[in-house]
């Protein structure tokens, strides 16, 4: 077990380290005061696990901002830096960032979804959900 650990840490840490490679500006939301609560309880949740070092992460910021306003109050949209929040990639087992995981509003993980994420997609995710 703790082998099997080990080996995802390792290969977590060779695909940041390799996406930071493609490193551009920008800034990605993060969260100061130790990890969010994710998902929300009662809320729909949106959370997207990247990094300010990502070039994908960094493209997708704009999508998450423009959701955030389009969708507050209906649905929780989170944004966190794994590179700062290590205990959220280990939480839940990221393995390449971007990675945008959809909670229904009774906290069940319902899509997983890894890279870049164009926004009518999540728009149709959050419609499944009963979201508009």
């Keep these: 077990m703790k082998s099997l650990f080990a080996v995802r840490t390792i290969k977590m840490l060779i695909v940041i380290g390799c ?22 309880p009662g809320m729909v949740t ?9 070039l994908p992460c960094k ?17 929780a949209i989170i944004l966190v830096d794994v590179m700062e929040h290590p205990g959220a990639a280990q939480k839940f087992d990221i393995m390449a960032i971007p990675t945008q995981i959809f909670f229904d509003a009774d906290g069940k ?22 979201i508009r």
């Design 59 to 75: 493209l997708m910021l704009p999508i998450m901002e423009e959701l955030e306003t389009e969708y507050k109050d209906r649905v």
């Design 46 to 54: 949106l959370a997207e696990l990247g990094s300010t070092s990502c």
């Design 19 to 40: 996406l930071s490679l493609l490193s551009a500006t920008g800034d990605f939301t993060t969260a100061n005061e130790g990890t969010p609560e994710i998902p929300v």
């Design 109 to 130: 993980k319902v899509l997983r979804h890894v890279g870049f994420m164009e926004k009518a997609a999540i728009v149709a995710e959050l419609e499944k959900l009963g």
